[in-house]
């Protein structure tokens, strides 16, 4: 079984800084895709940047990006430029890229991510 | 619909009480997931759905829970005999499915608080 972990309950940055979030993941798979997603009060979870396993380059969006390790099975999230609006709950997730069909999603604990202006 | 939509968004159950929860996906979305996601906890996978055939229920965590997706759009998610530890964040998520891989984004709705007394 896939497990996800993130070691970092709380997190907070200045805005306009940059933070960056943890998360390791432990599989036997050698396909599978990560995910960051964000969950704010609204409690609806939110797709922030994604990752193929088998793709060196790692994922850029906008502000976002990550640093994808494989063979150290660590995938963190950077966040540039930090903004009021990014403070939420951010968790890592990790789908197998085998169980065709079926993209079911295996969450971490969650990074509570605060924004001191 | 323009996302998923979830229903009721809170819930209170007397213990021992049966409870119904609504999920509405993406109109056209094949794919459907349940989530139980307990407080600072991650969310994590109860059922999943392939148009009506129900092809995985290997997170639902007793014969109490039951879900149903009969006419391969709207899901009910059953609870019976609810008890205190039932108390948790129900989402739901829908993907456009099979056969797309890697764009299978997950769409989340914003979840249904339930709280057992």
């Known amino acids: 079984a896939q497990t996800v972990t993130q070691s970092q309950p709380e997190m907070s940055v200045q805005e306009a800084e940059t933070v960056t979030l943890s998360c390791t993941y432990d599989?036997?798979?050698?396909?599978?895709?990560l995910f960051w997603y964000k969950q704010p009060p609204s409690r609806q979870m939110i797709l922030v940047i994604r990752q193929e396993a088998y793709k060196q380059q790692n994922a850029t969006e906008n502000r976002f990006s990550v640093n994808f390790q494989k063979a150290a099975k660590s995938f963190s999230l950077k966040i540039s430029d930090s903004q009021l609006g990014d403070a939420a709950m951010y968790f890592c997730a990790y789908r197998s890229g085998q169980d065709f069909g079926n993209e079911k999603l295996t969450f971490g604990t969650g990074t509570r991510l605060t924004i001191i202006p | 619909g323009a996302g998923v939509s979830q229903s009721p968004r809170y819930k209170v159950a007397k213990r021992g009480q049966d409870v119904a929860l609504r999920c509405d996906p993406i109109s056209g979305h094949v794919s459907l997931f349940w989530y139980q996601q307990a407080l600072g906890q991650g969310p994590e996978f109860l059922t999943y759905?392939?148009?009506?055939?129900?092809?995985?229920k290997s997170g639902l965590p007793s014969d109490r829970f039951f879900a149903e997706r009969p006419e391969g759009s709207v899901s009910t998610l059953k609870i019976q005999r609810t008890q205190q530890e039932d108390s948790a964040v129900y989402l739901c998520?829908?993907?456009?499915?099979?056969?797309?891989?890697?764009?299978?984004?997950?769409?989340f709705g914003q979840g249904t608080r339930l709280t057992v007394v």
């Open positions: 759905f392939q148009n009506e055939a129900q092809l995985d």
């Open positions: 998520a829908s993907s456009s499915g099979v056969g797309q891989r890697w764009n299978t984004e997950a769409f």
């Open positions: 599989t036997s798979e050698s396909d599978y895709y």
